[in-house]
């Protein structure tokens, strides 16, 4: 097996996986720490070892939360349970799964980033172990990036610093950084450099987004999956991402709060007090991406209904939970009344009669039926449809949405929660403390198959592990706005989109979206 590996700064040397043909290569760094004068600046190059660097486990956490301190948390009872783990500002580092015997197999690479709102989350947990995937011949990289405060604080401070560069998207330049660094290096791991998949659930897929949109990134990967719904928000109400204006006023508000009055001062607080401080002050102003110019133009939604960006394979979806996502703190309308209001505040004056007369509503048990039964209503599913939509319109293709929608059998009773794909997308049931059966074994199985299928040529089909062909995933259309439902009884087809609600969503969008200039006829 490929245990020792020449990169660009030194020799690596993995440990046998628990599949002993498997070799992981834990905590690689990939840029130098971003420590001291470093913070808050754009990644820079490792250094260089002499010797052979043991990569044998996982490199501390990024700044954040302690992990698995609150028992009510369902996420830190379900994968983020170790309150013990190190925990360090020195966290730019990798994770590299291969079966690669000679360094000649030219195996596609799946570049993985975890999600957790961009200020929590780690490649350490315990669901993200890329054996298997491995297994299937493609290479997994899973890589660490700046968070909270480290990783997303816009200040003019910095801007003057460093005119004309990216400002606040620390973070993000970490992981543009690590997809640059797997390009240089990962052949010598058995990788192919021009077939790279970037993909990420939650804010990990709102990261992707970023990158999928950025004009920065062009060339610097093949294909993206978003997993979990991250960052397919309504076109025109935001993408997860804030305004530089606003940016900058959070971080002159932080300073102000806590009595910062120059970088070299902010640059001397210890790690351990600052993340502390930007955790309280995230609380009330969230660090997240950046709208600042550079690296961001505009809002990854509004590039999306631009259709200015790459014509690269797309899969994206969310959990079944995640489907019925209204107007944010109205919920789905009850009564004719709220019916009105509901669409009032989607599509206004100028839409709301049309509206009305589609849903055909007479009573309040109308009402009740129909936005549980017709999918215009289901709000994921919308965002998905609409983005179809601008992908045809642009003439790009291979669109493939799905609905993760499996049980999750417990105590707690939940059903396809947030983020609950990620045991199935990298097939590690047998690390949950569900009890799973043996049918949900066999969907991990596929689901794994699927995207490790799109990350080798850009289409999820091909043949299970006894050979016969699995159940077929169409790609998505504007005349078929196909999503392949994933359950452990029925896989196939779901969705009826092909309602007159869904057209008329579909065209007022888009109308709202001209008269913005953000699209064109």
């Known amino acids: 097996m490929l245990r020792i590996v020449k990169t660009e700064n030194g020799l690596v040397k993995g440990i046998p996986a628990a599949d002993p043909r498997i070799t992981a290569f834990k905590g690689v760094p990939f840029a130098a720490p971003p420590v001291g004068e470093l913070r808050w600046k754009a990644p820079q190059p490792a250094a260089d070892w002499e010797g052979i660097r043991e990569c044998y486990d996982f490199a501390p956490i990024n700044m954040q939360t302690p992990p698995g301190l609150d028992p009510m948390n369902l996420y830190a009872r379900e994968w983020n349970v170790d309150p013990t783990i190190a925990m360090s500002e020195d966290s730019l580092y990798l994770n590299i799964w291969t079966n690669a015997k000679t360094g000649d197999e030219k195996m596609p690479v799946m570049i993985w980033f975890f999600g957790g709102g961009y200020n929590a989350g780690n490649t350490a947990e315990m669901e993200f172990d890329g054996e298997r995937i ?36 620390y973070g993000l330049l970490d992981m543009r950084y690590a997809i640059q660094w797997v390009k240089r290096n990962i052949t010598a791991f058995g990788g192919d450099p021009e077939n790279i998949t970037i993909f990420g659930q939650s804010a990990g897929a709102g990261a992707t987004l970023c990158h999928v949109g950025s004009p920065m990134n062009r060339g610097l990967f093949q294909r993206a999956i978003f997993e979990s719904g991250g960052g397919l928000r309504t076109y025109g109400q935001g993408g997860g991402c804030i305004g530089l204006e606003e940016a900058l006023s959070n971080g002159r508000g932080f300073f102000e709060e806590y009595g910062i009055s120059s970088l070299e001062e902010a640059r001397a607080i210890p790690a351990e007090k600052l993340n502390e ?28 209904a631009s259709g200015d960006y790459p014509d690269i394979s797309l899969m994206y979806g969310c959990t079944g939970t ?36 589609l849903c055909n509503c007479h009573d309040d048990m109308d009402v009740c039926m129909l936005v549980h039964t017709d999918d215009s209503f289901r709000g994921r599913f919308m965002n998905n449809a609409l983005f179809i939509e601008q992908r045809v319109r642009a003439g790009k293709k291979d669109n493939w949405m799905y609905v993760f929608d499996a049980s999750m059998p417990g105590w707690d009773s939940q059903q396809s929660f947030h983020s609950s794909e990620l045991w199935f997308v990298f097939e590690t049931l047998a690390k949950c403390w569900r009890p799973f059966q043996g049918k949900h074994y066999d969907l991990a199985r596929k689901v794994c198959n699927y995207w490790t299928n799109f990350a080798k ?23 078929d706005r196909y999503m392949h439902y994933l359950n452990e009884n029925r896989i196939g087809a779901y969705g009826k989109g092909n309602t007159e609600l869904i057209r008329f969503r579909i065209r007022v969008t888009f109308e709202m979206l001209k008269e913005k200039g953000i699209v064109k006829d």
Not at 143 to 156: E, P, S
Not at 457 to 473: H, K
Request: aromatic share 10%.
């Open 134 to 169: 491995a297994r299937r011949d493609v290479i997994l990289v899973s890589v660490q990036y700046r968070l909270g405060v480290f990783g997303f604080l816009a200040h003019q401070l910095l801007a003057d610093e460093a005119p004309g560069e990216p400002i606040g998207n």
């Open 277 to 304: 401080i930007g955790m309280a002050y995230g609380r009330k102003h969230r660090f997240e991406p950046v709208i600042d110019g550079y690296f961001l133009e505009q809002d990854p939604s509004d590039v999306l």
């Open 322 to 357: 995640e489907l019925d996502v209204g107007i944010p703190g109205t919920g789905l309308p009850k009564t004719i009344d709220e019916l009105r209001d509901w669409g009032l505040k989607k599509y206004g004056e100028k839409y709301i009669d049309e509206f009305m007369k």
């Open 457 to 479: 040529t850009g289409n999820p089909n091909g043949l299970d592990a006894d050979g016969t062909p699995m159940e077929e995933w169409r790609s998505a259309t504007a005349e």
